[in-house]
């Protein structure tokens, strides 16, 4: 039997490709000894709603404001993030409702999506979110913060960080998703299939002798969390199963997702077994959906 799960699905246009304005890496704002955080130089969430897919929920993200502890992180060495989440009149975000068990989720990639973290930070009663993160390499990072204001829909906030150091960007992203991908002694085979409207990413999971690995465990409330990021960080996809399936007793676990438009991604699906989380990595070329004549004039 195969576990075939529905998707709460929230895509974001982050910002507007080919409209962006080519800044310097801004330098990051630092937060002073009082723990403010100054206002972030990333403007790329004041653009306009990037309309054309009725069927989908298509949101600017809110302003992730980003101080840091060292003010210039180092690759490597530990660094403090003090974040905020600001509503679309500058207004802090104060109080947050559980969205997938935690109240906020941080989603960490370095410019061209060679390093990810998703991490569980904590927030306190003034809306004030921070961890403890090291960098893994130097080079810009961007940070995508899946939320839910208190009482209000779910929404995403979006902002930067440049790490100082000297390692080299990351290589291109050459896409994989056809061959079959192995974490630890685990091969998946990723099977994608492109839609009108939908592109469906079935992830099957079988052990080094070849059977299904038929003990999943749920995640985070779910049996399995699928990030999708466009090649130039700009496109985010969150999709997280509405099913209340605990099980995947076949090692097949199905996604849905919108790609906002025709391109490279990078996709990270993690899930849980044996009681700890591991991540599946890979990268896919979206095609041109058919009939989608909004994204050709793109
Ligand atoms: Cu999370």
């Known amino acids: 039997m195969r576990l075939w799960t529905t998707l709460s699905l929230i895509a974001f246009a982050v910002g507007c490709s080919g409209k962006e304005e080519s800044t310097p890496a801004a330098k990051v704002p630092a937060t002073d000894h009082g723990g403010h955080v100054m206002p972030s130089k990333d403007g790329s969430g004041s653009h306009g709603e990037h309309g054309g897919h009725e069927n989908m929920k298509m949101a600017t993200p809110r302003k992730l404001v980003v101080g840091s502890d ?82 209000k829909s779910p929404g995403l906030a979006a902002g930067e960080l440049v790490v100082t150091g000297d390692d080299e960007p990351a290589a291109a992203l050459v896409p994989n998703a056809s061959n079959e991908v192995a974490v630890g002694e685990i ?82 699906g993690q899930f849980q077994r044996g009681d700890s989380v591991f991540t599946v990595p890979f990268v896919l070329e979206n095609k041109q959906p058919k009939g989608d004549s909004h994204d050709k004039q793109e």
């Open 70 to 151: 060292p003010s210039e992180p180092q690759a490597g060495s530990p660094t403090k993030l003090v974040l905020q989440i600001q509503d679309d009149d500058g207004t802090p975000i104060k109080t947050f409702d559980l969205l997938h068990e935690k109240l906020v989720h941080l989603i960490v990639v370095r410019e061209g999506l060679d390093e990810f973290a998703h991490l569980h930070p904590e927030v306190d009663a003034s809306g004030m979110i921070t961890i403890e993160f090291a960098f893994p390499k130097s080079g810009k990072y961007r940070l995508f913060a899946d939320h839910q204001p208190q009482g």
């Open 187 to 268: 091969k998946i085979h990723i099977a994608i299939k492109p839609g009108d409207q939908e592109t469906t990413v079935r992830f099957h999971f079988v052990s080094a002798d070849n059977k299904p690995v038929s003990d999943l465990q749920p995640y985070l409330g779910a049996m399995g969390h699928l990030v999708i990021i466009s090649a130039d960080s700009r496109k985010y996809v969150h999709a997280h199963p509405l099913s209340e399936a605990k099980t995947a007793p076949d090692g097949a676990v199905e996604f849905a997702a919108h790609f906002p438009k025709p391109g490279i991604y990078k996709a990270w």
